[in-house]
């Protein structure tokens, strides 16, 4: 006979693996035979636009790989390290244990003295000492980046100045380092640092690059590594890359407006079941008690935990746009 916990767990994991096969399905074949068609193109047509469209085709091919090792593809303990280097707040991977380790025993314990129950102590403890301090380096990591995002456009139109003045390249990133508080000026002061140590400042940049995992950056790699390979007015190429910048920081902002209404719902819908436990808790201890101890209401909760997830994604990816 099929009990209601069966039925929630099978449901949770048909939604799993329907998520699992479109998530691993391969590229779609037209596009795939679209994109080589276009790569034809580039390569043997002779028109200007078409020409700095396979430079910059080939620079992200380039880059693709590396950026992967430096990711930490390989390895997850890299990965994690370099999350941690890119908050900008000198926090370790012993660190990171630590807490991770500390906040799931202490809820597990917690969770366990107040229910008796293993079953929910131990999830309950996981998903508070992997969860919360994951959250806590996310933030840290979109805070740095959007003031780095914010200061960025200023720093390129420092450096236009000094191209115009008649420094060379290489001087102008060093007034930008020492110019420019902030995200901005550490990591130039990284790139010219590497510079006086030997590296060339295309690999420099790139290592930063690399780290940065921003898009605005590497879209300034880019302008530099094509520029060099095509010639023309660098301080020209940096002033528009400047100003489209800017316009995508402004239509960056105006998404964020539009999706706030959609994100304020999802965030008060995803919050009421808890607010709503939390009451009647506080109000009829006794009854609610029951989601502690009996096994099968445990069940339920967890599945309805498990749903509400589910719609908190698939809300979160339909207001998530990428410019």
Known sequence: ??????????????????????ALSGPNAAKESERRLQQVRFRHSDKAVDKVEAQYRKAIAARTPRAHTVAGSQSRIAALELRLHRTGKGWTLKGYAYASLGLGLGVAALVFLKSGSLMLALPAGLLVGAGLPHMVVNMAIN??????????????????????????????????????????????????DRIKVGKTME??????????????????CITLAIQRETGGNLAETLANLADVLRKRAQMKLKIKAMSSEAKASAYIIGAL????????????????DK?????RLIVIGLGALCWLGMGGFIMAKMVNFEI
């Open 143 to 192: 805070r740095r980046t959007n003031g780095f995002v914010a200061r960025f456009p200023d720093a390129l139109e420092l450096l236009v100045r000094g191209l115009r003045s008649g420094l060379p390249i290489t001087e102008t990133l060093t007034v930008v380092a020492s110019e420019l508080p902030g995200p901005v000026g550490e990591e130039f002061k990284l790139v010219t």
């Open 203 to 220: 690999e420099s940049l790139q290592d930063t690059a690399d780290r940065l995992n921003m898009a605005e950056f590497s879209f300034f």
């Open 291 to 295: 989601f502690f101890l009996d096994e």
């Open 1 to 22: 006979m099929l009990t209601p916990q069966i039925l929630v767990v099978a449901g949770g994991i048909a939604v799993v693996l329907i998520m699992a096969v479109f």
């Open 273 to 288: 079941p808890f607010i709503v436990f939390a009451l009647l808790h506080w109000i009829n201890p006794a009854y609610m």
